[in-house]
């Protein structure tokens, strides 16, 4: 009897040793507060009730590291990155809404660097909101002027032959070349480049006129186009 109450007395001093080892190790893991620190606890008490806790400290470490490394960088390539590493991360959703900033951000410079109307009115109709698209529309309300080709044209095949013709031949000066149809009393078709800014007009107007084309820059509305 009396060895059989040692023996438990053994195992309960054992079991309060192995407790209290476990319960300074957790400490001793939160006081550190790294991956390292919990997975050496989680290596060292793998069926500790404190085990979830220390999973969870892992993946909120892991997913703050990712976060930090992307924002860091800060381009297209570190956030896809974190994206796919940290699918559920907390900062999933700020993650795609930095891709698709960079991504705007990205296009409104090649509108810019492009210099259409055209250009600027298709990075709108992919981003129709945002800074980028405040300033697209503030530069496309300076493109409002015209270059008139030749004469006037009293059927809309023949000013649609002269502005085949004519894109041909100008197109990459003039952006693009297009029949201006008539308007209010007037019933003559006219051939123009596309809307573009006064002094890209006032340009190419003088680079046709020296290979001996005629042409004059107008203000869009008056070829009958806003």
């Not at 992307?70 to 930095?98: C, F, I, K, M, V």
């Not at 809309?156 to 502005?163: D, E, T």
Request: glycine share 8%; hydrophobic share 35%; aromatic share 6%.
């Amino acid at each position: 009897m009396k060895n059989l109450l040692s023996g438990l007395c053994l195992l309960c001093a054992a079991s309060l040793l192995g407790c209290s080892s476990s319960q300074a190790d957790w400490n001793q893991a939160n006081s550190q507060g790294t991956v390292a620190a919990y997975q050496a606890f989680l290596s060292q008490h793998p069926d500790d009730p404190n085990d979830a806790a220390a999973r969870q400290r892992i993946q909120t470490l892991q997913d703050e590291q990712a976060w930090t490394t992307a924002q860091g960088a800060n381009t297209l390539a570190a956030y896809q990155q974190y994206l796919s590493s940290e699918p559920s991360g907390t900062h999933a959703q700020d993650a795609h809404d930095r891709i698709t900033g960079l991504q705007r951000a990205a296009a409104f410079q090649d509108a810019k660097n492009a210099g259409t109307s055209g250009a600027l009115q298709d990075f709108l109709s992919k981003y129709p909101s945002g800074p980028e698209a405040d300033q697209a529309r503030t530069q496309l309300a300076q493109f409002d002027y015209q270059v008139q080709l030749g004469g006037t044209y009293h059927s809309s095949q023949l000013a649609q032959r002269a502005r085949t013709r004519l894109q041909d031949k100008y197109g990459k000066d003039l952006q693009s070349v297009v029949v201006v149809p008539p308007s209010g009393k007037s019933k003559s078709y006219h051939v123009a480049s596309a809307v573009m800014t006064q002094d890209q007009a006032k340009s190419a107007c003088m680079t046709l006129r020296k290979s001996g084309q005629r042409c004059e820059v107008m203000k869009a509305q008056s070829l009958g186009q806003g």
